[in-house]
């Protein structure tokens, strides 16, 4: 009887902790599971000292994006297009107006942050490491 009890009380206890802490961030059952939501509005930071605002206009339904260098503005898209977007994996492809497009592959952790690497559609030497300052929501 006692072991039972004691298995009783452990059991509980681990509920309690994974509830508790699912309220912080999503458990690793719930993450895998979870369709992850992109912000509205995002910024993307790259190693190369660019960084990039991605907008989503609910009139229209469609991403926007404006690149900066070292906080100068650079350029706008002509296209922003999610082409891959799985339980823990992002893709998508940024067409820019000087003829250039950047193809962003990242994946989501646990706790909804995006990190990955760019490379230029057209020059594949040209990469770059990212992170996504604005966290995915679980929903």
Known sequence: ?????????????????????????????????CKWKMPSSARIVQANNHTVHLTYSRTSRTWSAKAYN?????????????????????KFIITWVNDTAGVYTATIDRDGFVTGTTRDRFNPSSKASFHMATRARCG
């Open 1 to 33: 009887m006692r072991k039972i009890a004691t298995l009783l009380a452990a059991a509980t206890a681990t509920v309690m902790l994974v509830a508790g802490s699912s309220a912080v961030s999503p458990s690793s059952a719930q993450a895998a599971a």
């Open 70 to 90: 070292k906080g100068n503005y650079a350029t706008t898209s002509t296209e922003v297009a999610f082409t891959s977007f799985t339980p823990r994996l992002v």
